[in-house]
């Protein structure tokens, strides 16, 4: 049979249709968006580990040459020859030549050793300085004014005091040689020369220029594939000391000082609106950090035909799920639609509208349980009548249990009087506590009354046990007006003064005492019978205590205990309950914890 309309408006083909469509393409597209978040985030790992690494050793070849940078002011620096003609203490004239030739030769074979010198000056603070380079093979006494003296940058070596101070590429510190082009890009350093004699005596200042093309080309090398960039940056400003241009520029990297505080990693930022990963790696003996920058649109090309990828497949999977879609519509319509006419059937008085089927799946056990329905309605129609006559009937002996309950407290009430006329005051007040302690717990058969009512109780059973024991013991009762409105359980509270009395001060030699108390704490209210009777032997306390712990709610000991705390969980909660304190000879403590509820 052919089921019409199966996708109608609001019929549940169309809810099936759309239900089954959207999970489809919900499924599709969270799994392709979370593929290609994944697989982004594993070639932006895989580049930028690649991209550390290829930093990282690139760092180091900067670092090995920078090495020998140092190095090589260190040989001029421990120089006694060098000191001597700084200092100007010749003997005679034949003495300064010797000492001019010995340092000639000894500069020329370092430039020789290290090609890529340019200049080496040797400034005095004596009128005299010095220049050495590849272009004059002996020294050059400079003539020209000493105004480098004020200049920034010799005073910031003399600052140093010995350390080495690293300029970068930058064009040279001294503008006034002939024979030198003045915006030729070069690698600058410096250092104080001191008095081997006087250490803390500053005597000179060296000045050293290198040809900055091996930094540039090991920079130039790491150029990621055509992508990015590479630059050599101060820790302090981020200004620019070599890059791969040998540009000579001093200006700060638009990078984050914060982000660069680690000594090695990397992160993605925009400048300029353009996003680029940095990678980064500190040096460990000089105030640098390597910097590569990669353009993001470059590294990200493959995550973007990911992508493309990714959203034809999507675009393939959903137009399945569309003709899915209509199957599993038109498959769960079908047997909807059977069981609708049924329905309606058994709804307009035709109780004999059972469905033939052979189905086994779950349509199947429907229609059986529909059939058994209609059948099961017919049965209970037909046993109304019967259960309104057992209500009726019940609400008789309810009422006659009223009735039953009103003649028991008149007929005691009579028997108080009678005693109290005949002046039998023991039996007029236990005739009078019993007749107030029946109609308390009885109560119109409710389970919750109010610490008020538990008041009255409690005191009126206390009256009655105060005539059977007379001077056995004394007993206070101590509540706050405040907690009367509050609501509890009404059995929970009689049956442990109870145990206090029975258990506890009967078996007392001499005469005890009972202190019976209601505490706020913290929002709770705490319920405590404390005896000087007795007390409980450390076996049986200990299977008491472990008893309750546990929550058993079955056994043959201690049954007013166990109903109490079944009655606290069932009703408060497994974290309300009852605890134990006692000692043989001593006395027993139960404390009750519950909520306080109005």
């Not at 400034?123 to 004014?145: A, H, I």
């Not at 209970?380 to 009735?403: A, D, F, R």
């Amino acid at each position: 049979m052919t089921s019409p309309g199966f996708l109608k408006w609001r019929s549940v083909g169309l809810k099936v249709f759309a239900f089954y469509f959207l999970s489809m393409v919900l499924v599709i597209g969270v799994m392709g968006y979370l593929s290609y978040i994944r697989s982004a985030d594993m070639m932006n790992s895989k580049i930028g580990g690649v991209a550390r690494q290829s930093v990282e050793q690139t760092r180091k070849r900067l670092e090995m040459i920078v090495n020998e940078y140092e190095n090589r002011a260190w040989l001029i620096f421990s120089n006694q020859e060098v000191q001597k003609q700084l200092l100007n203490h010749y003997a005679d004239g034949v003495e300064k030549s010797e000492v001019t030739l010995r340092n000639n030769r000894f500069l020329s074979n370092l430039i020789n050793a290290n090609n890529d010198t340019v200049n080496i000056y040797l400034l005095s603070d004596q009128d005299t300085s010095y220049r050495y380079s590849p272009n004059n093979q002996f020294f050059v006494y400079n003539n020209f004014p000493n105004t480098y003296r004020e200049e920034a940058w010799y005073k910031q070596i003399q600052e140093a005091d010995g350390q080495t101070v690293y300029f970068g590429i930058r064009r040279s510190n001294i503008r006034y040689i002939a024979d030198q082009d003045p915006d030729r890009p070069l690698f600058c350093f410096g250092k104080a020369i001191k008095n081997l004699a006087n250490r803390n005596e500053i005597i000179g200042v060296m000045l050293y220029e290198v040809d900055p093309e091996q930094i540039r080309g090991i920079l130039e090398e790491l150029d990621f594939n055509h992508t990015g960039e590479t630059f050599l940056i101060e820790n302090e400003d981020s200004s620019v000391v070599a890059d791969r241009m040998a540009s000579g520029s001093a200006k700060p990297l638009q990078v984050s000082a914060q982000a660069l505080s680690d000594r090695t990693g990397s992160f993605k930022q925009t400048v300029g609106g353009r996003e680029e990963l940095v990678v980064f790696d500190r040096f460990q003996d000089y105030p640098w950090t390597l910097v590569g920058l990669i353009r993001a649109e470059e590294y990200m090309k493959d995550s973007a035909e990911i992508g493309i990828f990714m959203t034809v497949i999507a675009a393939g999977f959903g137009a399945i799920a569309v003709a899915l879609g209509f199957f599993v519509a038109r498959q769960a319509h079908k047997p909807l639609y059977i069981m609708i006419r049924a329905m309606r059937k058994a709804r307009e008085g035709d109780l004999n509208s059972l469905i033939s089927h052979r189905r086994k799946d779950e349509f199947g056990i429907l229609y059986t349980h529909f059939n058994a329905m209609v059948m099961e309605l017919k049965e209970q129609i037909n046993e109304v009548y019967v259960q309104k006559w057992l209500q009726k009937e019940l609400q008789m002996k309810m009422l006659g249990s009223q009735i039953n309950a009103h003649f028991l407290y008149n007929t005691l009430d009579s028997v108080h009087w009678i005693a109290r006329i005949r002046k039998v005051d023991e039996i007029s007040t236990m005739v009078f506590g019993l007749s107030r302690y029946l109609r308390l717990s009885l109560n119109e058969g409710r389970d919750e009354v109010s610490l008020s009512e538990i008041k009255e109780l409690l005191e009126s059973y206390l009256s009655i046990q105060m005539v059977r024991y007379r001077d056995k013991f004394t007993f206070s009762l101590e509540i706050e007006e405040s907690l009367y409105e509050y609501r509890v359980l009404k059995y929970i509270f009689q049956p442990l003064i109870e145990n206090a009395i029975y258990h506890g001060l009967e078996k007392k030699e001499g005469s005890g005492s009972l202190r019976v108390r209601f505490l706020r704490q913290e929002g709770l209210l705490c319920f405590e019978v404390e005896d000087d009777g007795a007390g409980i032997a450390e076996e049986e306390l200990a299977r008491l205590q472990e008893m309750l712990a546990q929550k058993e709610t079955a056994g043959e000991h201690y049954f007013a205990l166990r109903n109490i705390s079944a009655q606290i969980h069932i009703t408060y909660g497994p974290e309300y309950g009852l605890t134990i304190k006692s000692r043989p000879g001593a006395g027993t403590l139960v404390r009750m914890i519950i909520p306080l509820k109005k």
